[in-house]
């Protein structure tokens, strides 16, 4: 089988897609495959991480919903690898694993409804939903062509910093 590569000719690439919901998921993943991606299809942030850290070669771009599945919807009791995250936290716990993984972030939300969940998009690249299949690949290659994500430090009251994945 020949190299695959991707429209802009930057090589086979690696997608982890994470949406809770299914028709979002299915239509990104057909594009992205579409377009020559190599996709990793995740349908909460528990089976993302699971992905991410089972994931042997890179994960060029991660696709997450900000708005996913409240932490408090976890049915496992003690200390999880795995937690349900919202999109904000996955960023971090995926960063942690995998440094060089630039992040585009999907919403049906406005700004000001996910701050009120607790959520900010921390200056990471935004596509609001719904959007086409073309602004979905307009938004992937943005994302892959533009620097690795560096986010802030997070601390706790106390002023110690946050570790995100242990």
Same mark, same amino acid.
């Given at each position: ?12 690439? /690696? ?6 919901? *299914?028709? /979002? ?14 996709? $990793? ?15 042997? #070669? ?12 409240? +932490?408090? $919807?976890?049915?496992? !009791? ?31 939300? /406005?700004?000001?409804?996910?701050? =009120? ?7 990471? *690249?935004?596509? *609001?939903? *719904? ?11 943005? !994302?892959? !062509? ?5 986010? +802030? ?5 106390? #002023?110690?910093?946050? =570790?995100?994945?242990?």
């Amino acid at each position: 089988m020949g190299e695959q590569t991707t429209k802009a000719g930057t090589g086979l690439q /690696t997608i982890l897609v994470v949406d809770d919901d *299914p028709s /979002t998921l299915l239509l990104c993943s057909r594009k992205l495959q579409a377009e020559g991606f190599q996709v $990793l299809e995740a349908s909460g942030s528990s089976e993302g991480l699971q992905l991410c850290s089972q994931h042997k #070669g890179d994960i060029h771009l991660l696709l997450t919903d900000l708005l996913l599945p409240p +932490p408090a $919807l976890q049915m496992a !009791a003690g200390k999880n690898s795995f937690p349900r995250t919202h999109g904000q936290e996955l960023v971090h716990r995926v960063l942690k694993l995998k440094p060089q993984t630039r992040v585009l972030l999907i919403s049906a939300y /406005t700004n000001d409804e996910l701050r =009120e969940q607790g959520i900010e998009r921390e200056g990471l *690249p935004f596509l *609001p939903k *719904p959007f086409s299949p073309d602004a979905l690949l307009q938004g992937v290659r943005g !994302a892959l !062509a533009g620097p690795p994500v560096t986010l +802030p430090k997070v601390h706790d009251e106390n #002023g110690k910093e946050v =570790e995100w994945y242990d």
